[in-house]
């Protein structure tokens, strides 16, 4: 019996397998059949132009079709740096026809294989001879897209009147930067221009613009290249970064520790930056750097908040074949949410369901005529969501009326002619009646939804994507998608020196109306974005927590007598968090502390180990020890050491209580009714946190039945 059923288990597994490759080999040969007609038809608009032999010797156009026609056997790196050609910004390759080319190449080079977690050590030690020499020339060329970049925001600051020009001039050292890039036969101070580049990450409102955003790419890209062109050492330590790289993955690969992957995460950086091994860094963060945040909000409780009742009245004036018709129509129904599955983007539909019924009075020369309309509606209003917000389409709807005929006023022989009227119009009126409600009924729709699309889409930006874009740390990828019953949210948040998950979540034990997997990773690369090199004061961590939690502890709360103080978190690491073995450790890393009119410069972390334990319906966090203060690589602390260190740790000890015990996860704004969600599941190990929610059930419905009256 076992045996039969390996072979069964075999032939399916093999099946899957052939299905799975020949999907691929689909996709595969359709991108090679697109870019080799889109190279075509480069080569033709070429043609004889005079233009063309540089265009052909820029983009080696050659030689990539020389690569193209070894279809999977080509190699990435030459693929690689034709689609870096294609992508620059040299002026020209907007147009169309390379445009196409872009497109096709990027999509054809998705397809290529790619090295696998076991073979990447040895990747790495064979990548030495791929060394590229970043020449004089690369870095002129640079510079003169920095300068184009720079005019480009030059123009819009002239555009946004002086004042503000000269706000923005000195928010970014303008003067600075036109002062280095002016000294043609001098080498700029590189120092100088990567202190500059560092204030386009700055956390201010207008940054995140294409031309400033602009300043900052080419700024970054040519202070990279004119480093590595001018270091004598580079190519030694490329070198040495490959062997150590090498050690660091074999050791990932078999047991993927937290102190590896920032490593290997920094050294992938590294050859990033300088434009070395594209191929091997690609292939090392395709092995070992995965989605570190998976987020499910099920259909029901996102219905929770969305479904309302619809009860209005309105009043009714319009002419239907001629026909003046006035009266009160009142519409009843219900909103709804509908989950459409979708494996591109989030999409869902808000369902409008009920009737309108009106009493209205025909006017039409001396006939009056008393009716009572009975309207159907269905009404649907797509949304789709993705990484650049919610997107609406029109709404539609479906509305089909009944009229009954009361009363008509009138003489008697008007009325036996109006009633013989009323009854031969009566079909096409109804039709026209049920076309103009179901328009209103979706211009209604529509204009209730700007404000819901509108709020959405604000929160969206400003607290979320804006904020991320400007400090250059929005998620590598951020995917969302619904099934019937669930939308599914899934995050990459890994900036150039750092790698995400290593591996895939933990299993959810079941359905849950809302759950949450994340990685340890997720909160030390997505606090260096956000709080990286910012400087944190008492007063503002007051406010986030009292955000946050509603109350202040004792401890942080500041009064007169108390002395102010702030911190300014590391560059790097500012927040590290551990999950293991329901534990959870939680490092806060600082570079500056300041108390009063004392200041200390010097790396401090501070440390709190708690176990995690599961009540009924929510969690308890128990603190294991002391908060711990320590001062990195200083063994002997001064007076003034031991005295701020004393300070923090009766600071922090506020924010690390002993116990923290949930109070139960409460929802904001519509879904406020609900009450406390209960924790259903937690786990906590192998550097994945787990979390899934149920909701309370629904109270009992009313007993509507009543006992009949004996009087």
């Given at each position: 019996m076992g045996r039969v059923y390996q072979q069964w288990f075999a032939i399916a597994v093999g099946v899957c397998v052939m299905l799975a490759g020949a999907r691929w080999s689909e996709s595969a040969e359709k991108a090679d059949v697109e870019l080799k007609r889109t190279m075509r038809d480069l080569e033709r608009w070429l043609g004889s132009d005079p233009n063309a032999p540089g265009w052909r010797k820029f983009l080696k156009t050659e030689q990539l079709a020389a690569e193209i026609e070894k279809g999977a056997a080509a190699d990435r790196l030459v693929v690689r740096k034709a689609l870096e050609r294609f992508a620059s910004d040299q002026p020209g390759l907007d147009l169309r026809r390379f445009a196409a080319v872009r497109r096709a190449l990027n999509a054809w080079f998705d397809t290529l294989p790619t090295l696998s977690a076991d073979q990447l050590p040895k990747a790495a030690r064979e990548a030495k001879p791929q060394f590229v020499v970043v020449a004089q020339s690369d870095v002129d060329r640079q510079r003169v897209s920095l300068a184009a970049a720079v005019e480009r925001l030059s123009r819009l600051l002239k555009r946004s009147g002086e004042e503000d020009a000269t706000r923005w001039k000195e928010a970014v050292k303008w003067d600075q930067l036109e002062t280095q890039l002016a000294a043609k036969d001098v080498r700029p101070d590189l120092k100088t221009l990567q202190a500059i580049s560092e204030l386009y990450y700055q956390d201010i409102s207008g940054l995140?613009?294409?031309?400033?955003?602009?300043?900052?790419?080419?700024?970054?890209?040519?202070?990279?290249?004119?480093?590595?062109?001018?270091?004598?050492?580079?190519?030694?330590?490329?070198?040495?970064?490959?062997?150590?790289?090498?050690?660091?993955?074999?050791?990932?690969?078999?047991?993927?520790?937290?102190?590896?992957?920032?490593?290997?995460?920094?050294?992938?950086?590294?050859?990033?930056?300088?434009?070395?091994?594209?191929?091997?860094?690609?292939?090392?963060?395709?092995?070992?750097?995965?989605?570190?945040?998976?987020?499910?909000?099920?259909?029901?409780?996102?219905?929770?908040?969305?479904?309302?009742?619809?009860?209005?009245?309105?009043?009714?004036?319009?002419?239907?074949?001629?026909?003046?018709?006035?009266?009160?129509?009142?519409?009843?129904?219900?909103?709804?949410?509908?989950?459409?599955?979708?494996?591109?983007?989030a999409v869902m539909d808000i369902l409008l369901n009920g009737s309108t019924v009106s009493d209205s009075v025909g006017y039409n020369g001396p006939v009056r005529v008393f009716s009572r309309g009975f309207t159907s509606v269905a009404a649907r209003k797509r949304l789709e969501l993705d990484d650049a917000g919610l997107h609406d389409y029109r709404a539609t709807a479906r509305c089909s009326t009944r009229t009954r005929i009361g009363r008509v006023d009138a003489g008697r022989l008007v009325r036996h002619v109006a009633m013989k009227r009323i009854n031969e119009s009566k079909p096409e009126a109804e039709a026209i009646a049920s076309r103009r409600a179901a328009g209103r009924i979706a211009a209604s729709v529509d204009a209730r939804a700007v404000d819901l699309v509108g709020d959405a889409n604000a929160k969206f930006e400003d607290k979320f994507r804006t904020p991320l874009v400007r400090r250059g740390g929005f998620p590598q990828s951020l995917g969302f998608r619904t099934t019937d019953d669930a939308l599914l949210v899934t995050m990459l948040q890994a900036g150039r020196y750092q790698l995400a998950a290593p591996n895939a979540p933990p299993a959810l034990k079941g359905k849950f109306d809302l759950a949450v997997r994340m990685h340890e990773s997720l909160a030390g690369n997505m606090s260096q974005a956000v709080l990286g090199g910012v400087t944190l004061t008492d007063e503002r961590l007051v406010e986030i927590i009292k955000e946050t939690t509603g109350k202040v502890p004792p401890e942080l709360v500041i009064t007169e007598e108390d002395d102010p103080w702030s911190i300014t978190f590391d560059s790097e690491a500012p927040i590290d968090v551990r999950f293991h073995d329901k534990t959870v450790k939680i490092m806060i890393r600082g570079k500056r502390f300041t108390r009063s009119d004392q200041e200390i410069r010097k790396a401090v972390e501070i440390a709190a180990v708690y176990s995690l334990e599961k009540l009924a319906d929510r969690a308890r966090l128990v603190r294991q020890g002391d908060v711990q203060i320590e001062f990195a690589g200083r063994s002997k602390l001064s007076t003034s050491d031991i005295a701020m260190k004393t300070f923090m740790k009766k600071k922090f000890e506020g924010l690390f209580k002993p116990e923290i015990v949930s109070e139960g996860l409460a929802l904001p704004e519509r879904w406020k009714s609900l009450g406390k969600l209960k924790l259903d599941q937690l786990t906590c190990d192998k550097g994945w946190l787990a979390l899934g929610w149920l909701k309370p059930p629904a109270p009992p419905a009313a007993d509507e039945t009543r006992v009949a009256s004996l009087d």
């Amino acid at each position: 019996m076992g045996r039969v059923y390996q072979q069964w288990f075999a032939i399916a597994v093999g099946v899957c397998v052939m299905l799975a490759g020949a999907r691929w080999s689909e996709s595969a040969e359709k991108a090679d059949v697109e870019l080799k007609r889109t190279m075509r038809d480069l080569e033709r608009w070429l043609g004889s132009d005079p233009n063309a032999p540089g265009w052909r010797k820029f983009l080696k156009t050659e030689q990539l079709a020389a690569e193209i026609e070894k279809g999977a056997a080509a190699d990435r790196l030459v693929v690689r740096k034709a689609l870096e050609r294609f992508a620059s910004d040299q002026p020209g390759l907007d147009l169309r026809r390379f445009a196409a080319v872009r497109r096709a190449l990027n999509a054809w080079f998705d397809t290529l294989p790619t090295l696998s977690a076991d073979q990447l050590p040895k990747a790495a030690r064979e990548a030495k001879p791929q060394f590229v020499v970043v020449a004089q020339s690369d870095v002129d060329r640079q510079r003169v897209s920095l300068a184009a970049a720079v005019e480009r925001l030059s123009r819009l600051l002239k555009r946004s009147g002086e004042e503000d020009a000269t706000r923005w001039k000195e928010a970014v050292k303008w003067d600075q930067l036109e002062t280095q890039l002016a000294a043609k036969d001098v080498r700029p101070d590189l120092k100088t221009l990567q202190a500059i580049s560092e204030l386009y990450y700055q956390d201010i409102s207008g940054l995140e613009r294409d031309e400033f955003m602009g300043v900052r790419q080419a700024l970054d890209k040519y202070v990279s290249m004119a480093l590595f062109s001018s270091s004598a050492d580079s190519k030694k330590f490329y070198e040495n970064y490959l062997d150590t790289l090498a050690e660091r993955l074999t050791a990932y690969a078999q047991d993927p520790k937290t102190e590896d992957a920032v490593v290997i995460g920094k050294m992938l950086g590294w050859m990033e930056r300088f434009g070395q091994a594209g191929d091997l860094v690609e292939a090392a963060r395709t092995a070992h750097s995965h989605p570190n945040l998976f987020l499910e909000v099920s259909e029901a409780l996102m219905q929770a908040g969305i479904d309302q009742n619809v009860d209005e009245s309105a009043a009714v004036n319009e002419v239907i074949l001629g026909t003046r018709i006035r009266g009160n129509a009142r519409l009843t129904g219900k909103v709804t949410l509908d989950l459409i599955p979708s494996e591109e983007d989030a999409v869902m539909d808000i369902l409008l369901n009920g009737s309108t019924v009106s009493d209205s009075v025909g006017y039409n020369g001396p006939v009056r005529v008393f009716s009572r309309g009975f309207t159907s509606v269905a009404a649907r209003k797509r949304l789709e969501l993705d990484d650049a917000g919610l997107h609406d389409y029109r709404a539609t709807a479906r509305c089909s009326t009944r009229t009954r005929i009361g009363r008509v006023d009138a003489g008697r022989l008007v009325r036996h002619v109006a009633m013989k009227r009323i009854n031969e119009s009566k079909p096409e009126a109804e039709a026209i009646a049920s076309r103009r409600a179901a328009g209103r009924i979706a211009a209604s729709v529509d204009a209730r939804a700007v404000d819901l699309v509108g709020d959405a889409n604000a929160k969206f930006e400003d607290k979320f994507r804006t904020p991320l874009v400007r400090r250059g740390g929005f998620p590598q990828s951020l995917g969302f998608r619904t099934t019937d019953d669930a939308l599914l949210v899934t995050m990459l948040q890994a900036g150039r020196y750092q790698l995400a998950a290593p591996n895939a979540p933990p299993a959810l034990k079941g359905k849950f109306d809302l759950a949450v997997r994340m990685h340890e990773s997720l909160a030390g690369n997505m606090s260096q974005a956000v709080l990286g090199g910012v400087t944190l004061t008492d007063e503002r961590l007051v406010e986030i927590i009292k955000e946050t939690t509603g109350k202040v502890p004792p401890e942080l709360v500041i009064t007169e007598e108390d002395d102010p103080w702030s911190i300014t978190f590391d560059s790097e690491a500012p927040i590290d968090v551990r999950f293991h073995d329901k534990t959870v450790k939680i490092m806060i890393r600082g570079k500056r502390f300041t108390r009063s009119d004392q200041e200390i410069r010097k790396a401090v972390e501070i440390a709190a180990v708690y176990s995690l334990e599961k009540l009924a319906d929510r969690a308890r966090l128990v603190r294991q020890g002391d908060v711990q203060i320590e001062f990195a690589g200083r063994s002997k602390l001064s007076t003034s050491d031991i005295a701020m260190k004393t300070f923090m740790k009766k600071k922090f000890e506020g924010l690390f209580k002993p116990e923290i015990v949930s109070e139960g996860l409460a929802l904001p704004e519509r879904w406020k009714s609900l009450g406390k969600l209960k924790l259903d599941q937690l786990t906590c190990d192998k550097g994945w946190l787990a979390l899934g929610w149920l909701k309370p059930p629904a109270p009992p419905a009313a007993d509507e039945t009543r006992v009949a009256s004996l009087d």
